[in-house]
């Protein structure tokens, strides 16, 4: 297993969003926008490479029967400082994600991550493990993204595309997610069954 | 009175938690393919959300606000959290092994709801007194359960349907919660 491979994985073979299915809590809510979308991926990235390297460079001292509340209070800590952070930089952004910050700490994949990799293995794959999933995330979550603004809004980073008129408001409304996610899984499993 | 009224209606229709606060999709589309189950994790989930309301309130309030670490909220909800988690799980196989049984495998699970911290920290966030938390608790979890066992009603139909293959188990779902999701915005002119 080479680290180009770590890398690579979590971008298209076991995409997260998209082929494992995980995280769909903040997919669905916060994809009202590409910022948004860049946002959310650069805040999950940051927190699962922290937790990754600290976890990893600990599974040696961390006793296995209580390695789950470890695993959480160690994600907590790091949801915490970028949940501070953002406060205090981005108080825009803050805004618009609200919940889904703090939040981050049960999404299902950073604690995947840590059960399945990062417990496991040293830290620098830990490293490339968690960048390629972070980066796939983002990128998932970006594609999202763009359906929503683009069909919903009309803009594309703040950018008018569409005329306003020819908007459909509802794709940036709760419905719009659920169909433009359902949509994107039926058509990944269409191309899928004819390339295998 | 009319306040309470008002916060039950808001939470179980029109800003239900699944279908327009995208909270606890997880279990929505994991647990939603038998109607028994889904009523099962509807009560598992209910169970600790009431409870985990009201001891993330009292936690908020008694510890975190007097002595100004409130910044330590996310981590000290999730831990209280996962052990309410764990000793509901312990008291419920003492005392009422037949409930244990149905709810078993539901309960740990719950640990990483979203559905629940999120609920606890909106209590936080809109100031909630102590029985108005309660109450905005509970009426999340009827909300939830409402969505999950309709939706386990319609997968159960959509079994025999005839769906696309690429189409089936997940896509469909996400496309189902979509129309239900829907016609739930219709709720929107209630309050």
Known sequence: ??????????????????????????????????????????????????SNIVISAMRKIIPDSVRIPAYIVIIASFVTMIDLAMHAYTPDLYKSLGIFIPLIVVNCIILGRAEAFANRNSVVPSVFDALGMGLG????????????????????????????????????????????????????????SKTA | MQDYFIIIVSAVLINNIVLSQFLGICPFVGVSKKLGAALGMGAAVTFVLVLAGGLTWAIQTYMLNPFNIGYLQTIAFILVIASLVQFVEMVIRKF????????????????????????????????????????????????????????????????????????????????????????????????
């Open chain 2, 96 to 191: 009422s092994p037949a409930l244990y049984k149905s709810l078993g495998v539901y309960l740990p699970l719950i640990t990483t709801n979203c559905a629940v911290l999120g609920v606890a920290i909106l209590n936080i966030q809109k100031e909630f007194s102590l029985l108005q938390a309660l109450v905005f608790s509970l009426s999340h979890a009827i909300g939830f359960t409402l969505a999950l066992v309709l939706m386990a009603g319609i997968r159960e139909r959509l079994e025999d349907a005839d769906t696309p293959k690429c189409m089936r188990g997940m896509p469909i779902a996400l496309v189902t919660a979509a129309l239900m999701s829907m016609s739930f915005l219709g709720f929107s002119g209630l309050v």
């Open chain 1, 1 to 50: 297993m080479s680290l180009m491979n770590e890398f690579t994985k979590g971008i298209v073979k076991e995409n997260p969003l998209f082929r494992l299915v995980l995280g769909t809590c903040p997919a669905l809510a916060i994809t009202t926008s590409v910022e948004n979308g860049l946002g959310m991926g650069a805040a999950f990235t940051a927190v699962l490479l922290a």
């Open chain 1, 137 to 192: 995330f983002t990128l998932a979550l970006v594609l999202v993204c763009t359906f929503r603004e683009v069909l919903g809004a009309g803009t594309f980073l703040g950018h008018t595309i569409l005329p306003e008129s020819k908007a459909a408001i509802l794709m940036i409304l709760p419905p719009g997610g659920f169909v433009t996610l359902g949509c994107m899984l039926g058509f990944l499993n269409k191309v899928q």
